[in-house]
């Protein structure tokens, strides 16, 4: 009997996406440039708060006189009324503003339900120095100061996407522009109101440096800096992650995202557009490269909200991979559960070999995963040597690895890939159940994704094995830089998006 998603997860919780954003951040954050720039990739209308700004107004400013919260009355009635005007005239506007106090805030957003906040944030050296270097403007940089001492910055319950101003304009927008899409529910992010918000939580001493808190309805999941790791995902207080605590080390590839490619590559060396190239022996014990090359990478903050995240590395050319790409991994909660997509672009000069993958462990509480259900769709499964290595295909109906209809793990040691059955558009599901049937949790695997690996963790130290079942998505089998089996040639330009997540289920 299929499952039902969870309280958590109902669909018909989801949020309409937003027809009005207000983007704001003190002066010299880079409001202008950013909502223009949003504004037209979001095919929206663009209006700057400045314009509504009285000519003596604008002149004590330029004076070097601070506006008193009385000199800003006309002007926030002035900005309100613009609002309310583009609501009742269904004009969707990216709408940029100052407003450093929360009552300026309160007084924009209260009552405008289809508006969202935005908020740039930068350090008051990095701003100092754009207004530094800013002409023409009639805000000079000796009133930062009196910003600073009134800005009071955006608390969870406004629900805030934040955004990193230090990288340049087009990442943000385009960070933003992709949280504030709404989902399809079919792998792709989802929006949604947190009901008790999580602030970001930073652990300094943390071997994988920043924790990334998100939160919705029932759900939270943690990413970590290093890596673009996920290291937590829990829906209604129950763990569905076997993953790592904050002060830990990741081990046996947690929740790690692996690009450029997944899994191995035997030797480390294949030929590419006619050159041999030789990569790092990162299993040195098996003669493999494994898992790809920003695991242990600090990626950067593009921008976030309560539910939704999103981060960026850069693969910069390097011996093995002389290669550049953008990549970005943004999670996020909705009604589907946990979306997470992975996106990669070539910026280089020449075309480049990509794969993609992720190497989640899922768990059902139970001390070993003997008991639980799996059921994997494919119709073939990879066979390897000793290696970890392909050597040939054959089909799973027969055989001990057909788990296409729901069969216990058992005691069956599983580190294997199988090629998936979907089509362009479908979603292919891998469920892992409890033994009662009672509940479980799906991986979806959907937009760019054509293979999964399924490991039981018997290779791993005594306390972590068979603890937990990672389900590993990916967009070409083990060692496909040498077979060419699945691997995407990026051409400059060129993008390849990952798409999958999590839905945890219980019966009623």
């Known amino acids: 009997?299929?499952?039902?998603?969870?309280?958590?997860?109902?669909a018909d919780a989801l949020e309409p996406s937003p027809n009005l954003v207000l983007v704001v951040g003190m002066s010299?954050?880079?409001?202008?440039?950013?909502?223009?720039?949003?504004?037209?990739?979001?095919?929206?209308?663009?209006?700057?708060?400045?314009?509504?700004?009285?000519?003596?107004?604008?002149?004590?400013?330029?004076?070097?006189?601070?506006?008193?919260?009385?000199?800003?009355?006309?002007?926030?009635?002035?900005?309100?009324?613009?609002?309310d005007h583009a609501s009742a005239t269904d004009l969707r506007a990216v709408v940029t503003c100052s407003a450093l106090?929360?009552?300026?805030?309160?007084?924009?957003?209260?009552?405008?339900?289809?508006?969202?906040?935005?908020?740039?944030?930068?350090?008051?050296?990095?701003?100092?120095?754009?207004?530094?270097?800013?002409?023409?403007?009639?805000?000079?940089?000796?009133?930062?100061?009196?910003?600073i001492a009134d800005f009071e910055e955006p608390e969870p319950d406004e629900r805030p996407l934040v955004a990193e101003i230090d990288q340049p304009?087009?990442?943000?927008?385009?960070?933003?522009?992709?949280?504030?899409?709404?989902?399809?529910?079919?792998?792709?992010?989802?929006?949604?109101?947190?009901?008790?918000?999580?602030?970001?939580?930073?652990?300094?001493?943390s071997p994988t440096g920043e924790q990334w808190t998100l939160t919705w309805q029932g759900q939270q999941a943690v990413v970590v800096q290093l890596g673009a790791a996920l290291r937590h995902y829990e829906v209604d207080g129950r763990p569905v992650l076997d993953g790592f605590a904050s002060g830990a080390p990741i081990t046996a590839g947690r929740g790690q995202v692996l690009v450029p490619w997944p899994n191995r590559i035997g030797d480390?060396?294949?030929?590419?557009?006619?050159?041999?190239?030789?990569?790092?022996?990162?299993?040195?014990?098996?003669?493999?490269?494994?898992?790809?090359?920003?695991?242990?990478?600090?990626?950067?903050?593009?921008?976030r909200s309560e539910e939704a995240l999103r981060l960026a590395g850069v693969i910069r050319p390097q011996p093995g991979y002389p290669f550049l790409l953008d990549v970005t991994a943004e999670y996020r909660l909705g009604p589907a559960g946990l979306d997470v997509s992975v996106r990669a672009t070539n910026v280089g000069d020449g075309p480049a070999p990509y794969g993609v993958g992720q190497h989640p462990y899922l768990t059902l509480g139970a001390d070993t995963v003997d008991t639980a259900l799996l059921t994997v769709p494919a119709r073939q499964r990879f066979l390897t040597d000793d290696r970890g290595l392909p050597a040939g295909q054959e089909p799973v109906e027969g055989t001990d690895f057909d788990f296409r209809t729901a069969r216990p793990i058992g005691s069956r040691q599983l580190d294997t890939a199988f090629a998936l059955d979907r089509g362009d558009d479908d979603?292919?599901?891998?469920?892992?159940?409890?033994?009662?049937?009672?509940?479980?949790?799906?991986?979806?695997?959907?937009?760019?994704?054509?293979?999964?690996?399924?490991?039981?963790?018997?290779?791993?130290?005594?306390?972590?094995?068979?603890?937990?079942?990672?389900?590993e998505p990916m967009s070409c089998p083990p060692d496909s830089f040498r077979s060419g089996l699945g691997v995407q040639v990026l051409e400059k330009g060129d993008t390849h998006v990952l798409r999958w997540g999590l839905t945890a289920w219980r019966t009623t």
């Open 1 to 10: 009997m299929p499952g039902k998603p969870t309280d958590a997860a109902h």
């Open 28 to 83: 010299g954050s880079g409001k202008t440039t950013v909502g223009r720039l949003l504004a037209q990739q979001l095919g929206w209308f663009y209006r700057d708060a400045d314009d509504f700004h009285s000519a003596t107004a604008r002149a004590a400013m330029a004076a070097g006189q601070a506006l008193t919260d009385t000199d800003r009355e006309p002007w926030l009635d002035a900005i309100a009324a613009w609002l």
């Open 101 to 147: 106090k929360r009552a300026y805030r309160d007084r924009l957003l209260r009552g405008r339900p289809g508006m969202r906040l935005v908020y740039l944030h930068g350090t008051p050296e990095l701003i100092a120095s754009r207004l530094a270097g800013r002409q023409d403007h009639f805000f000079p940089v000796g009133l930062l100061d009196s910003q």
């Open 169 to 205: 304009p087009e990442a943000i927008v385009d960070g933003l522009a992709s949280l504030l899409r709404p989902s399809t529910g079919r792998g792709r992010p989802t929006g949604g109101r947190p009901e008790e918000p999580a602030p970001s939580e930073v652990v300094p001493a």
């Open 268 to 303: 480390g060396r294949y030929t590419f557009d006619g050159a041999d190239l030789q990569l790092p022996l990162t299993e040195p014990e098996k003669g493999n490269a494994i898992h790809g090359l920003l695991r242990w990478v600090p990626w950067r903050l593009q921008a």
């Open 427 to 471: 979603v292919a599901v891998v469920r892992l159940a409890h033994p009662s049937g009672t509940h479980g949790v799906d991986v979806r695997l959907g937009e760019g994704t054509r293979y999964v690996q399924i490991y039981t963790g018997d290779t791993l130290p005594e306390t972590e094995r068979r603890r937990g079942v990672a389900v």
